[in-house]
Antibody, heavy 123, light 112 residues
Framework: EVQLVESGGGLVQPGRSLRLSCTASGFTFGDYGLSWVRQAPGKGLEWVGFIRSTAYGVTTEYAASVKGRFTISRDDSKSIAYLQMNSLKTEDTAVYYC??????????????WGQGTLVTVSS | DIVMTQTPLSSPVTLGQPASISCRSSQSLVHSDGNTYLSWLQQRPGQPPRLLIYKISNRFSGVPDRFSGSGAGTDFTLRINRVEAEDVGVYYCMQVTQFPYSFGQGTKLEIK
């Protein structure tokens, strides 16, 4: 079964850092790009960023709201993608989902989605 | 950046009746490769999103055929042939043509 499981969420103070993990199983992780998407409580979906597969250079793309603060990386040997979040703000409070990209280097549709991990930024 | 606008934001529907959700993009979603990368996702209460439709009209694996997508360029539609109770949730369009990728605001489908 193709599966993604996020972990690492929790309560963190503004200005601090947190690293989320997305652990994959059931497919050849290194062949796919991955995105992170977040959802603030009671709100809609917001795309956060994307990391391409090794075949496409492991390059990354980010939303303007997180660029310079968040970094996506991957360890294909462990089938894990990471979201390093620095200088956290209260508006970063959300459930964070990872999702597998399909359809080429840019990944033009996304499935499956993990269950998400909640990040709460508060003093 | 491409802005996605959905209408309506809320859609009360009678069981067994059709439902339709519109999505408009602020610029064409035709990719340089000739494809149009517009997806529709469903999010049931308390669940993560689920892919329903990709490239405007392609139903993803396991999606019932009562769901269909159509459109071109900047205007797209998701239709549900006969709404069932399990269809309750929020539906999002998502453009995956140009970075930064973006979502519509979501349309809440509820039963009358």
């Amino acid at each position: 079964e193709v599966q993604l499981v996020e972990s690492g969420g929790g309560l963190v103070q503004p200005g601090r850092s947190l690293r989320l993990s997305c652990t994959a199983s059931g497919f050849t992780f290194g062949d796919y790009g991955l995105s992170w998407v977040r959802q603030a409580p009671g709100k809609g979906l917001e795309w956060v960023g994307f990391i391409r597969s090794t075949a496409y250079g492991v390059t990354t793309e980010y939303a303007a709201s997180v660029k310079g603060r968040f970094t996506i990386s991957r360890d294909d040997s462990k089938s894990i993608a990471y979201l390093q979040m620095n200088s956290l703000k209260t508006e970063d409070t959300a459930v964070y989902y990872c999702t597998r990209g399909q359809g080429g280097g840019g990944a033009h549709w996304f499935d499956p989605w993990g269950q998400g991990t909640l990040v709460t930024v508060s003093s | 950046d491409i802005v996605m606008t959905q209408t309506p934001l809320s859609s009360p529907v009678t069981l067994g009746q059709p439902a339709s959700i519109s999505c408009r993009s602020s610029q064409s979603l035709v990719h340089s490769d000739g494809n149009t990368y517009l997806s529709w996702l469903q999010q049931r209460p308390g669940q993560p999103p689920r892919l329903l439709i990709y490239k405007i009209s392609n139903r993803f694996s396991g999606v019932p055929d009562r769901f269909s997508g159509s459109g071109a360029g900047t205007d797209f539609t998701l239709r549900i042939n006969r709404v069932e109770a399990e269809d309750v949730g929020v539906y999002y369009c998502m453009q995956v043509t140009q970075f930064p990728y973006s979502f519509g605001q979501g349309t809440k489908l509820e039963i009358k």
